[in-house]
């Protein structure tokens, strides 16, 4: 799924003509929404995973070398083992020099309009697309129609979120 396909989904539910061709006030308005909802979803409603390895300097793993935005830490190891460290705003201080597998939860940077987006596949582009036309709304001054797609986006967001499991019953007996 890309921002275009979430944005095409969008035109189609609100009835917009969608010009993908040239930079205009619309695609910009829909993309702003879209980026705010992908940013969202990733930093409130999903704990999106990675770990990556990096060097050490001067004992710090800085933020800066990490592929992605960093949102929380999970763990922090060296040769397989958990390590000690420290949580700073521009780093993690560690104990010792070398090199680090760090396992953390990332937010979604804003994509590109076919860039690809990296979210679980239990997240569809109709599901995004409602969150997406509901800030949108929003933003354009129609509250009503926009507390109406809120309401079916958390709605989706809330049953992906409960888990299902198999209802088991007890065998019949016979008297």
Avoid at 130 to 158: F, H, I, P, Q
Wanted: aromatic share 12%.
């Amino acid at each position: 799924m890309t921002k275009k396909s979430i944005l095409e989904a969008v035109g189609r539910m609100l009835g917009l003509t969608i010009d993908f061709t040239t930079e205009n006030d619309l695609l910009t308005a829909l993309g702003s929404c879209c980026d705010y909802v992908l940013n969202e979803l990733s930093t409130q409603h999903e704990d999106l995973k990675t770990t990556e390895t990096v060097a050490s300097s001067d004992k710090k793993l800085l933020f800066s070398r990490f592929s992605g935005k960093v949102v929380h830490v999970f763990s922090v190891k060296k040769d397989g083992k958990n390590v000690r460290f420290r949580l700073y705003p521009a780093y993690i201080k560690v104990e010792k020099e070398g090199e680090y597998e760090i396992t953390y939860g990332y937010a979604v940077s804003a994509p590109l309009i076919n860039e690809w987006l990296t979210l679980p596949p239990k997240y569809t582009e109709e599901i995004l697309s409602l969150g997406v036309a509901a800030e949108y709304l929003y933003r354009t001054g129609y509250e009503r129609d926009a507390a109406l797609y809120s309401d079916r986006y958390y709605t989706a967001l809330k049953n992906l979120s409960v888990t299902k499991r198999n209802v088991v019953l007890p065998a019949r007996s016979f008297l």
